[in-house]
């Protein structure tokens, strides 16, 4: 805490205005009497909302003499949309005044250097003292007291009803739902976030089946009907049918059984875990923190353990938990997992022989090898964020929380703040767009040939179709050519494809083409490696590399074309070559290839 001499405390102003008021414009002149406490927050921090929930006590036990306002303060792009805020208010269930200072007007008026900062203003209107970080709620409770006492005998404390109302509720199945999984009978089961519940969903993924908990925040187990979560998130699916939940709020592991409808505690105690506390053991024992989302790897549940920027792992063999990466500092730094550091760890998915993991506040994706290593494949920092496809190297997300592995090794990510599905490949170190306007995706599900995205914003799972070559089908061996001479230098690849006769190509989720390039030894090629949406492109060709093979894969989708056909039915065209190429000088500069339905007589 930062103690202050007497200090007037200036005006809120944002431009964004005034949130849970009315539409009413508040002043701390008309505030005056009160002890008001601003919440310096930005809805991506993890320790904001850890701030948020720890006030809520003291603004239940104060509510006739303290008023808090939260003044939104944003870091990433995203959060200063007005919208962005709008929603993220509700779906944090917060219960007083919020400015929106997209600009950080306020924020520099107070010298606000960091989220969340906390300042206390006496019924005088002066600022009486400043926190920065979390877990100062006992302290300002106990502040609270004394300017009560001291201003209730100078007579300048006022009480009254806070100046907070309640938004009209909206009538939809899910509220800012955010983590999906499949279920063995084909129903899919959603974390229900903002309502404190989880909805079993049909094979649709939109008719709601039944609903795990009361809707009351709470930390009770029992029946389906009488159980209690507080903003449940992460889903993972057990060998034996049951689903482990992440109980975020609640900071803790919870396990429901579909058959009997039960839920009970498998992790957590209910509290927060702090600094210098266990962070292995009985399970039961230890403090978890903000566990945000959880996968079935090697036999334990790895835990996405965003309040303290780790992962830990649940052991069901022997009911232990244990950190397994992260030294709890925040920020992105490879290398063994004790070594090292992640920055609110978000969404998991599993592979046989990797873990991948949305590392949200460094925009990254990442992945933990079997031995434990953690390596990145997109991101570079705390700050680096936007939307950029290409190389890993350059490639941008921004605050991603979901991840999911495709079929063929790549993986899908819920780039949250971008309102996209991007996916990056591993073979080639490519990142790409699958689709745009999507509302803070939060998650993805792969089912079959789509992908089923937890639209969090738009309240529902929106079901999309998966590139062909995401599917791991491809037709087999590659064709062997003979060996082709071509001149060093610049080399024209060309590949022909024609719909087949009634087919047109497939557009409606973006290019229905793909061109893949790459060679053996790869110094072969100086520019032109790599994937691609067209079917031609211009390779560089070392001269200083006489001969080598090129590996080329082409890709292209068609559909039925006959209006009267409902749902037409669909095509994929898939070739791959290998190429030995000979550099001579003097050769031909074009390499024409066939996918199909050209003649080539």
């Given at each position: 805490?930062v103690?202050?001499?007497?200090?007037?405390?200036?005006?809120?102003?944002?431009?964004?205005?005034?949130?849970?008021?009315?539409?009413?414009?508040?002043?701390?002149?008309?505030?005056?009497?009160?002890?008001?406490?601003?919440?310096?927050?930005t809805?991506?921090?993890?320790?904001?909302?850890?701030?948020?929930?720890?006030?809520?006590?003291?603004?239940?036990?104060?509510?006739?003499?303290?008023?808090?306002?939260?003044?939104?303060?944003?870091?990433?792009?995203?959060?200063?949309?007005?919208?962005?805020?709008?929603?993220?208010?509700?779906?944090?269930?917060?219960?007083?005044?919020?400015?929106?200072?997209?600009?950080?007007?306020?924020?520099?008026?107070?010298?606000?250097?960091?989220?969340?900062?906390?300042?206390?203003?006496?019924?005088?209107?002066?600022?009486?003292?400043?926190?920065?970080?979390?877990?100062?709620?006992?302290?300002?409770?106990?502040?609270?007291?004394?300017?009560?006492?001291?201003?209730?005998?100078?007579?300048?404390?006022?009480?009254?009803?806070?100046?907070?109302?309640?938004?009209?509720?909206?009538?939809?199945?899910?509220?800012?739902?955010?983590?999906?999984?499949?279920?063995?009978?084909?129903?899919?089961?959603?974390?229900?976030?903002?309502?404190?519940?989880?909805?079993?969903?049909?094979?649709?993924?939109?008719?709601?089946?039944?609903?795990?908990?009361?809707?009351?925040?709470?930390?009770?187990?029992?029946?389906?009907?009488?159980?209690?979560?507080?903003?449940?998130?992460?889903?993972?699916?057990?060998?034996?049918?049951?689903?482990?939940?992440?109980?975020?709020?609640?900071?803790?592991l919870?396990?429901?059984?579909?058959?009997?409808?039960?839920?009970?505690?498998?992790?957590?105690?209910?509290?927060?875990?702090?600094?210098?506390?266990?962070?292995?053991?009985?399970?039961?024992?230890?403090?978890?923190?903000?566990?945000?989302?959880?996968?079935?790897?090697?036999?334990?549940?790895?835990?996405?353990?965003?309040?303290?920027?780790?992962?830990?792992?649940?052991?069901?063999?022997?009911?232990?938990?244990?950190?397994?990466?992260?030294?709890?500092?925040?920020?992105?730094?490879?290398?063994?997992?004790?070594?090292?550091?992640?920055?609110?760890?978000?969404?998991?998915?599993?592979?046989?022989?990797?873990?991948?993991?949305?590392?949200?506040?460094?925009?990254?994706?990442?992945?933990?090898?079997?031995?434990?290593?953690?390596?990145?494949?997109v991101?570079?920092?705390?700050?680096?964020?936007?939307?950029?496809?290409?190389?890993?190297?350059?490639a941008?997300?921004?605050?991603?929380?979901?991840?999911?592995?495709?079929?063929?090794?790549?993986?899908?990510?819920?780039?949250?703040?971008?309102?996209?599905?991007?996916?990056?490949?591993?073979?080639?170190?490519?990142?790409?767009t699958?689709?745009?306007?999507?509302?803070?995706?939060?998650?993805?599900?792969?089912?079959?040939?789509?992908?089923?995205?937890?639209?969090?914003?738009?309240?529902?799972?929106?079901?999309?179709?998966?590139?062909?070559?995401?599917?791991?089908?491809?037709?087999?061996?590659?064709v062997?050519?003979?060996?082709?001479?071509?001149a060093?230098?610049?080399?024209?690849?060309?590949?022909a494809?024609?719909?087949?006769?009634?087919?047109?190509?497939?557009?409606?989720?973006?290019?229905?083409?793909?061109?893949?390039?790459?060679?053996?030894?790869?110094?072969?090629?100086?520019?032109?490696?790599?994937?691609?949406?067209?079917?031609?492109?211009?390779?560089?060709?070392?001269?200083?590399?006489?001969?080598?093979?090129?590996?080329?894969?082409?890709?292209?989708?068609s559909?039925?074309?006959?209006?009267?056909?409902?749902?037409?039915?669909c095509?994929?065209?898939q070739?791959d070559?290998?190429?030995?190429?000979?550099?001579?000088?003097?050769?031909?500069?074009?390499?024409?290839?066939?996918?199909?339905?050209?003649?080539?007589?």
């Amino acid at each position: 805490m930062v103690k202050h001499a007497r200090v007037r405390a200036p005006e809120l102003v944002g431009r964004g205005g005034w949130i849970n008021t009315g539409d009413r414009e508040l002043s701390l002149a008309a505030l005056r009497g009160r002890i008001v406490v601003l919440d310096f927050w930005t809805f991506c921090c993890v320790n904001c909302l850890h701030a948020l929930d720890e006030l809520r006590e003291l603004e239940e036990r104060h509510r006739d003499t303290v008023v808090i306002v939260g003044v939104h303060s944003p870091k990433f792009t995203h959060e200063a949309e007005h919208r962005a805020v709008l929603d993220a208010v509700e779906r944090y269930s917060v219960e007083h005044p919020v400015l929106d200072d997209p600009e950080r007007v306020t924020w520099r008026q107070y010298a606000v250097r960091a989220w969340p900062t906390l300042a206390v203003i006496d019924p005088e209107g002066y600022v009486v003292a400043q926190y920065t970080g979390e877990g100062h709620a006992h302290a300002i409770q106990r502040l609270v007291e004394e300017l009560e006492a001291r201003h209730a005998a100078k007579g300048t404390l006022r009480r009254g009803d806070a100046p907070y109302v309640a938004p009209e509720p909206e009538p939809t199945t899910l509220r800012f739902p955010g983590k999906a999984v499949s279920l063995p009978s084909g129903t899919f089961l959603v974390s229900d976030t903002t309502r404190h519940q989880l909805v079993e969903l049909a094979e649709d993924g939109e008719s709601p089946v039944r609903r795990i908990g009361s809707g009351r925040r709470g930390f009770t187990d029992g029946p389906a009907d009488r159980a209690e979560f507080s903003e449940p998130q992460g889903l993972a699916l057990l060998g034996d049918g049951s689903v482990v939940v992440a109980d975020t709020v609640n900071h803790a592991l919870r396990r429901y059984e579909p058959v009997t409808g039960e839920v009970t505690t498998l992790a957590g105690t209910g509290r927060q875990h702090r600094p210098g506390e266990p962070s292995r053991g009985a399970a039961r024992a230890v403090s978890l923190s903000s566990p945000w989302d959880v996968a079935l790897w090697n036999d334990r549940v790895w835990i996405a353990m965003a309040g303290v920027h780790q992962l830990w792992a649940y052991d069901p063999r022997d009911g232990s938990v244990t950190v397994t990466a992260g030294t709890g500092n925040e920020g992105l730094v490879d290398g063994p997992g004790p070594e090292a550091w992640f920055a609110q760890p978000s969404g998991l998915s599993a592979t046989d022989d990797r873990l991948w993991v949305a590392d949200s506040e460094t925009s990254a994706l990442r992945w933990v090898e079997l031995d434990g290593t953690v390596r990145t494949a997109v991101g570079t920092g705390l700050f680096d964020f936007g939307h950029r496809d290409g190389p890993a190297a350059r490639a941008l997300l921004q605050h991603p929380l979901g991840v999911a592995a495709l079929p063929d090794g790549s993986v899908v990510v819920a780039d949250t703040y971008n309102h996209a599905l991007r996916r990056y490949a591993p073979p080639t170190g490519e990142v790409s767009t699958l689709a745009t306007d999507l509302r803070e995706p939060s998650d993805a599900v792969v089912v079959g040939g789509d992908v089923l995205v937890v639209e969090s914003a738009r309240h529902r799972l929106t079901r999309l179709r998966l590139p062909h070559d995401a599917l791991g089908t491809g037709s087999g061996e590659a064709v062997l050519r003979g060996t082709t001479e071509a001149a060093p230098g610049t080399l024209r690849l060309e590949v022909a494809f024609r719909a087949p006769a009634g087919q047109k190509l497939d557009q409606r989720y973006g290019p229905a083409t793909r061109l893949l390039v790459s060679a053996t030894p790869p110094e072969l090629l100086r520019a032109g490696e790599g994937a691609g949406t067209e079917l031609s492109r211009s390779l560089d060709l070392d001269p200083s590399v006489p001969e080598g093979m090129l590996h080329v894969s082409a890709t292209a989708a068609s559909c039925d074309d006959d209006l009267d056909v409902p749902y037409p039915a669909c095509h994929v065209h898939q070739k791959d070559w290998k190429i030995p190429v000979r550099l001579v000088e003097g050769a031909s500069d074009r390499l024409p290839l066939v996918l199909t339905g050209v003649d080539t007589a």
